[in-house]
């Protein structure tokens, strides 16, 4: 979800960025880099192992061994942003599925003496505004880059 979010944001919170041939192999990344416990990496340029991680990994996220040219980033990624992922996480479990508003790409639809129209904006608890973006946007703005 960090991916996505920051993707969104076109904003990665980088710190450092180290370019280069790098390997992976038993879930260990280049250990000269000067990555902190606790921090965030973004990997690039991978054919396996593209996106934000955590380091050290968390139990079960196991990377492919390969060697690679592209990118690490080392990230600092602000508190707030992991909270709002949180909570962007919680509202995808709960809004996101195939029963939400995107179910269907019309905002009304009439047939047989029937018909209906969805809202198009957000209820107070954001559930009926579509997609995480624009439910969250405004607590998102701050960071978002153009």
């Excluded at 606790?38 to 054919?47: A, D, E, H």
């Excluded at 790409?105 to 047939?111: G, R, V």
Aim: hydrophobic share 35%; net charge negative.
């Amino acid at each position: 979800m960090l991916d996505q979010i920051c993707g969104y944001l076109k904003n990665w919170f980088e710190k450092e960025k180290y370019i280069g041939d790098f390997t992976i192999h038993s879930n260990i990344i280049d250990p000269t880099l000067p990555i902190q416990d606790g921090q965030y990496i973004r990997i690039i340029g991978s054919v396996f192992n593209d996106g934000i991680y955590k380091m050290p990994l968390e139990e079960g996220v196991n990377l492919t061994d390969e060697t690679f040219h592209g990118g690490i980033w080392l990230l600092a990624i602000p508190k707030e942003i992991l909270d709002l992922a949180t909570d962007i996480e919680a509202w995808q479990a709960k809004y996101g599925s195939v029963d939400s508003q995107a179910m269907s790409p019309f905002n009304s639809e009439s047939f047989g003496g029937y018909s209906y129209s969805k809202s198009s904006g957000a209820s107070a608890d954001g559930s009926n505004s579509g997609t995480w973006q624009s439910t969250f946007s405004a607590r998102l703005s701050r960071w978002r880059k153009i």
